[in-house]
């Protein structure tokens, strides 16, 4: 071999060289700045994008990100109606036409409110909190498609979403909840405080534990079945009829105990029922409400959040 084409290998080799320790160097520089984030902000060795973790790590992980879904539900609680003349008073606005509506319809047209003696608390109680659970089953359907972007981008445990999504819906609805408890103490025949107003609070939890399985359910099976998310506005009719929320079930189908039997069975029917027993009759609601309500609560939200685990890893992928 010439001493011309030994020099012109020797060249050609050098940029090569050159190029594997640039990518050893931005390697190594990479690898710096990960130990950095992980130091700097406490987080896990970085994952893949798609995966399951197992539970543990997932409780984990989905904890260490309490504070940003405080604050992100915070904040869009905060500017959601900004641009709205009216703003949060939205928030009250809102079930109270609501209300009002339904009283006017079935109460005094239909005259639905017979055997009823504070029928005006009984629809504001039956509209104000059903919205809690309605708004966890249509906002969960469309959950994982409207954070697509966000999934694809960043890893994270994807039930934050959920988590998110329950408290900025729980934050919308504290003035809509005072504003309640105003207007049946305010209204005739005047729904007046007692001890069993205490019972509110224990109420409320089993019915957020309840909803926040409904949401980890539904956003799984809005993933699964992009198509259910249209049938929503026909599921949410047939639960607030069916759930004695603006008018009493009792007196209509006493012939027909099969249906009352499962009515009375249901989850939504019976917190509606515990809320007006004690807000209005001033009674303690029956050990068999609570422990029907209790095991509707846990054993939802294990289900939902075990059915919306396993799907972790399909939520970033296109549905076929």
């Not at 309640?180 to 005047?190: D, K, N, R, S, T």
Request: proline share 5%; with cysteine.
């Amino acid at each position: 071999m010439s001493d011309a084409s030994v020099n012109a290998e020797a060249e050609g080799s050098v940029p090569s060289v050159r190029r594997r320790e640039q990518r050893a160097l931005s390697a190594a520089r990479r690898t710096e700045f990960v130990q950095r984030v992980e130091q700097r902000y406490a987080l896990d060795h970085l994952h893949e994008v798609s995966g399951r973790p197992p539970l543990g790590q997932y409780f984990k992980r989905l904890w260490q990100r309490r504070h940003f879904i405080w604050w992100e539900s915070k904040s869009k609680v905060e500017t959601e109606n900004i641009g709205n003349r009216l703003g949060s008073f939205w928030f009250i606005l809102r079930p109270c036409l609501d209300a009002a509506f339904y009283w006017l319809v079935f109460g005094v047209v239909l005259e639905m409110s017979r055997g009823v003696d504070n029928y005006t608390a009984f629809v504001i109680i039956g509209v104000f909190m059903f919205q809690l659970t309605s708004s966890a089953v249509n906002n969960g359907v469309n959950l994982i498609k409207s954070s697509k972007s966000t999934i694809r981008a960043f890893q994270f445990p994807r039930a934050s979403l959920a988590v998110a999504s329950l408290v900025h819906n729980f934050l919308q609805r504290i003035p809509a909840i005072i504003a309640m408890f105003v207007i049946i103490v305010a209204l005739p025949p005047h729904a007046l405080p007692q001890v069993t107003w205490l019972l509110f609070p224990a109420i409320l939890a089993l019915q957020t534990i309840m909803d926040f399985g409904l949401y980890l359910l539904f956003a799984r099976l809005g993933h699964l079945m992009p198509d259910l998310a249209k049938a929503m506005s026909f599921f949410s009719r047939i639960l607030l009829y069916g759930s004695g929320v603006i008018f009493p079930l009792v007196s209509r189908l006493e012939d027909r105990p099969e249906i009352l039997a499962i009515i009375e069975f249901s989850p939504v029917y019976q917190v509606l029922m515990m809320y007006r027993t004690a807000l209005i009759d001033g009674a303690v609601p029956s050990a068999y409400q609570w422990i029907l309500l209790s095991a509707w609560a846990i054993g939802l939200l294990l289900v939902g959040f075990f059915f919306f685990w396993r799907g972790e890893e399909s939520y970033g992928r296109e549905q076929q």
